[in-house]
Structures are given as structure tokens and as C-alpha cells.
């Protein structure tokens, strides 16, 4: 799902039909992460959409963000214009991986938070934490480009901040 403002592409939300016990080959450096449940995923039905990333306010096609386009309710809107159009193609769940409250964490990973899953009807199937995002985050703590972000992680617990949800709607 595509989402423009005038002729700038501001929006995605990426999905592809479910495939149970998926693997990424690179972890969170692999679309297929987004699949990837880590063996945790409870039993869905046959035609289930996983969600992918999205990313709002990413102009071109680099990792930046404009962030003009953030708390705009875009990410949102995607949200349940894909919950619509999967309903009515006929999938029979959602399936997608929440992310803990904390914007530096949702910007890097391109995704929506548990939170915002739940307040659009989805249920929470099981927490986990992300070791290979943990292990990203410290890695960024120590960049000294990220400043910013490095900031934001002194005051946050990286466990948390790592905590990825199985999000499940079914339709």
C-alpha cells in the first residue's frame, strides 16, 4: 500500500501472504525478518497476510525521515485500509510484529507499535525480545553520529526497547 501526497510518495505499508516457520537468512537485515517470529508464532490460518515494514515520511530512497510527516495518523490510515482490503480478498488473519513504544526503535526498524496494533483490534499472541535488535541498539549507543539517539537509549531499557509482539487480528 502506497500512500502520496500530491506526486511524493510519503507511505508504505509492505505485506505478503503468511508462510509459517519462515526464517530471514540475515535477521533483521532480510525482508523475510518480518516473517520471522522466531519459531514463536501460534497456529493461523491457512491464508493469513504477515505484515512487513512501513515507512512514512521516507521521501527518497535513502533511511531518512522527514519528520513533518510523523503524527499525521498515515501510518494508521495504511493500517486499516490493508485490514480492509485483506478482509475483503479474503485473507483470514493478520499476523504482524508490534514494537515497543520508543520512536528511535520504530524510525530504525520501519514498523508500528504493539500498542497501535492492539487499539486496531489486534491481540498480543506472545512478547519476546529481539536479541539481534538489542545487540543493533548497542551498537548505536556507541556511534558517535547518532548522538541523538544515543541519548534516548541512556534512559530507556534496551530489553524493552528490544521487546518485539506476535500481533495477531483475525478477520
Keep these: 500500500m502506497l500512500v502520496f501526497e500530491g506526486r511524493q510518495h510519503v ?3 509492505q505485506f505478503r501472504l503468511y508462510v509459517p516457520r519462515t526464517r530471514s537468512p540475515k535477521g533483521l537485515f532480510h525482508p523475510l525478518y518480518w516473517m520471522d517470529f522466531q519459531g514463536r508464532t501460534p497456529d493461523l490460518p491457512e491464508k493469513t497476510m504477515a505484515l512487513f515494514c512501513y515507512h512514512v515520511g521516507q521521501l527518497d530512497n535513502t533511511t531518512d525521515r522527514d519528520p513533518g510527516y510523523f503524527g499525521r495518523g498515515i501510518g494508521i490510515k495504511l493500517l486499516k485500509k490493508t485490514i480492509n482490503w485483506a ?9 504482524a510484529k508490534g514494537l515497543s513504544n520508543f520512536r ?6 520501519g514498523g508500528l ?15 519476546y525480545i529481539d536479541h539481534q ?3 543493533e541498539l548497542e551498537k548505536m549507543m556507541e556511534d558517535p553520529l547518532r548522538e541523538s539517539l544515543r ?3 541512556l534512559d530507556k531499557d534496551l530489553n524493552e526497547a528490544s521487546k518485539i509482539c506476535i500481533c495477531v487480528k483475525d478477520l
Excluded: D, H, W
Design 133 to 135: 535488535l538489542r545487540t
Design 113 to 127: 507499535t504493539t500498542e497501535t496494533y492492539q487499539q486496531n483490534g489486534f491481540r498480543t499472541a506472545e512478547c
Design 11 to 13: 507511505g508504505q505499508l
Design 87 to 95: 478482509a475483503a480478498s479474503g485473507f483470514k488473519a493478520i499476523v
Design 151 to 153: 541519548k534516548a537509549l
Design 104 to 109: 528511535p526503535v520504530i524510525e530504525f526498524m
